[in-house]
């Protein structure tokens, strides 16, 4: 079946305006996760949830960010009054359940954020 | 926290084998796990060990696991250039959470 998406591939927004990414996971997949790529560094995890609920998001960097996924499939990051510094690529990731078993996050192509 | 590292870049020739280093600071990993991204691609895992395995072999893949140093490393042999990409280390947060804390990528250079 299809992969995890992610819209869009690519925005450009202007200082102070809020944004919406949206995450399209791997259907029947349970858990699904947010990270933020700066250029030249790996992912660096900002929040995951099981079904609707988010478990976990101490990776959030401040309260512009958050994140929903209101029916446990498509999941919305929203940034508002965008800074510069938030300019990276958001990657999202799903997996089939969450636990100790090893856990594969199937990663989307990422959406590209250029805050100007 | 947690804190991953690896070497930024490798430079190999085709047919040569390729080891990609990686050290890791988290001494209750469960899982470590090595995925591979290409140019205008998501992340794509290749293979991951579990804690209390030394070595685990996928065909041209070996990961080594020395848990005691706490460094993983990645042998591909036969290196071809499809395989030039940037290859992440990440270690599985802790054993109820399920976040990924990645290193910072080595990129893989394979030259014909």
């Known amino acids: 079946g299809a992969g995890v998406s992610q819209s869009p591939r690519y925005k450009v927004t202007k200082r102070g305006q809020d944004v919406a990414l949206r995450c399209d996971p791997i259907?029947?997949?349970?858990?699904l996760y947010w990270y933020r790529q700066a250029l030249g560094q790996g992912p660096e995890f900002l929040t995951y949830f099981n079904y609707e609920a988010q478990q976990d998001k101490s990776g959030l960097p401040n309260d512009r960010f958050s994140a929903e996924r209101p029916e446990g499939s498509i999941s919305t990051l929203t940034i508002q009054r965008t800074e510069q510094r938030d300019s990276a690529m958001y990657r999202c990731?799903?997996?089939?359940?969450?636990?100790?078993?090893?856990?594969?996050?199937?990663f989307g192509p990422g959406t590209r954020l250029t805050v100007l | 926290g947690e804190d991953v590292e690896q070497s930024l870049f490798l430079s190999v020739r085709e047919g040569d084998s390729s080891v990609i280093n990686c050290t890791y600071t988290?001494?209750?990993?469960?899982?470590l796990y090595w995925y591979k991204q290409e140019p205008g691609a998501g992340l794509q895992l290749l293979t991951y060990i579990f804690s209390n395995m030394d070595m685990k072999q996928d065909q041209r893949l070996t990961v080594l696991l020395n848990k005691k140093d706490k460094h993983l490393s990645l042998r591909i042999a036969d290196t071809q250039t499809g395989d030039s990409a940037i290859y992440f280390c990440?270690?599985?947060?802790?054993?109820?959470?399920?976040?990924?804390?990645f290193g910072k990528g080595t990129t893989l250079s394979v030259s014909s």
């Open positions: 990440a270690d599985r947060a802790n054993q109820a959470g399920t976040a990924l804390i």
């Open positions: 990731a799903s997996s089939l359940e969450y636990g100790t078993n090893y856990n594969e996050q199937f």
């Open positions: 988290d001494s209750s990993s469960t899982y």
């Open positions: 259907s029947g997949h349970v858990s």
